[in-house]
């Protein structure tokens, strides 16, 4: 009976701390970028929600599973649907809205301790397939990843 009520006070301790977060999906930010979730990144903890806004039409939100903890929890979310999801899994989530994943419409939730990271990194070729470019890294500056015009 005791270990019963150690558990009931635990999850009631741990959802009275829980956070709720917000991401809108927009067709421009604050700093002009195209097509955005914002904020683009998150870091949470487990335990915590994340809501989705639709505040501009004609987006979603869905976890991308090869970008994410292999028993981390996954979404769908509708088209121009508010979507709640809640962290049960530590690691990086990396998801998308599903019409503009080709302009680079990505997201990053980091709950808890980054674990998947070398996953996440032998994984990111597949996520480039689905860009129409990828815009130049720190590192690369003096040569562009555009598409040539000739």
Known sequence: MKSLFLVA????CSS????????KMVNTDANGQLMVFDPPFLKVSVGDTVTFLPTD???NSQ???????NDGDSWLGEMNE???VEFSTE???V????????????????????????EINNNLAALETCLLYTSPS???RTRSRMPSSA
């Open 138 to 140: 720190p590192r690369d």
């Open 82 to 84: 508010e979507l709640k």
């Open 91 to 93: 690691g990086v989530y």
């Open 57 to 59: 039409a004609l987006h």
């Open 95 to 118: 998801y998308q809205c599903a019409p503009h994943i080709a302009l680079g419409m990505i997201g990053v939730i980091q709950v808890g301790a980054p674990s998947n990271l070398d």
């Open 63 to 69: 976890s991308i599973s090869y970008l994410s903890p």
């Open 9 to 12: 006070i635990t999850l009631l």
């Open 16 to 23: 009275l701390f829980a956070e709720d977060h917000f991401v």
